[in-house]
């Protein structure tokens, strides 16, 4: 990846999963930030059965097997926009199951337990998962961004072996030193946390400044 601040041509291209936790709201925002930011080409975009069961039930918004059309509408873009390349979570012979295929890496955002312990295991059943264990072994970065209290043991251990893999865990969990004074203030919070990990450029509203703070 390039150093930070540098100043990269519209050419990124990345995996993106929203599996069933609870957090779509933050899938839906880190989609938008990544159209934004102009340096994304192609996001793959997978989701599992029970994120847009979550999907309905945290938005409104009906996402089972989508046309192209209806996420863009989704996610506030052109109907034309060819950004999202959607794939079915069955499609096992999808590009982002092959390493061959370069891509940047890959998010998962919200990461259930579920899915976080598949890839854990090595023993995937699905696009994400394979997806997933190809950006591992490929040495790409994998974000995963797990929404779940408390967390057991399993959950634990398994975040822990897929750190030790090269995964990145950032679970959602916002910061408050910018007084935020919304939840969609708290919710960028995060997000612009998860595209840090791309180095995708993005507000720095919420970045922490160094600065003294006044009694």
């Known amino acids: 990846m390039p150093a930070s601040g540098t100043v990269?041509?519209?050419?990124?291209?990345l995996t993106f999963a929203i599996t069933?936790?609870?957090?779509?709201?933050?899938?839906?925002?880190?989609?938008?930030?990544?159209?934004?930011?102009?340096?994304?080409?192609t996001i793959n975009l997978i989701m599992s059965g029970t994120a847009a069961t979550v999907a309905q039930v945290e938005m409104g918004v009906n996402l089972r097997n989508p046309a192209l059309h209806e996420i863009n509408d989704w996610l506030g873009l052109e109907p034309e926009s060819r950004l999202i390349r959607y794939w079915r979570l069955?499609?096992?012979?999808?590009?982002?199951s092959s390493g061959s295929y370069k891509q940047a890496g890959m998010m998962i955002v919200p990461c259930s337990m579920g899915t976080l312990g598949a890839i854990a295991s090595g023993?995937?059943?699905?696009?994400?998962?394979?997806?997933?264990?190809?950006?591992?072994?490929?040495g790409r970065p994998l974000v995963l961004v797990p929404r779940e209290t408390p967390y057991n043991s399993i959950h634990l251990e398994n975040m822990l072996r897929l750190?030790?893999?090269?995964?990145r865990i950032l679970p959602a969990s916002p910061g408050f030193y910018h007084r935020p004074t919304s939840i969609e203030e708290l919710?960028?919070?995060?997000c612009f946390r998860i595209l840090d990990q791309?180095?995708?450029?993005?507000?720095?509203?919420?970045?922490?400044?160094?600065?003294?703070?006044?009694?």
């Open 123 to 138: 023993a995937g059943t699905n696009l994400i998962h394979r997806a997933a264990d190809v950006t591992l072994k490929e």
């Open 20 to 41: 069933g936790a609870s957090g779509t709201v933050y899938a839906r925002r880190t989609l938008q930030l990544l159209a934004d930011s102009g340096v994304v080409e």
């Open 187 to 190: 919710v960028d919070h995060l």
């Open 90 to 96: 069955d499609n096992l012979a999808a590009k982002p």
């Open 163 to 167: 750190s030790h893999a090269g995964a």
């Open 198 to 215: 791309f180095d995708i450029p993005h507000s720095k509203r919420t970045q922490w400044t160094g600065e003294e703070v006044e009694g």
């Open 8 to 13: 990269r041509e519209r050419d990124m291209e």
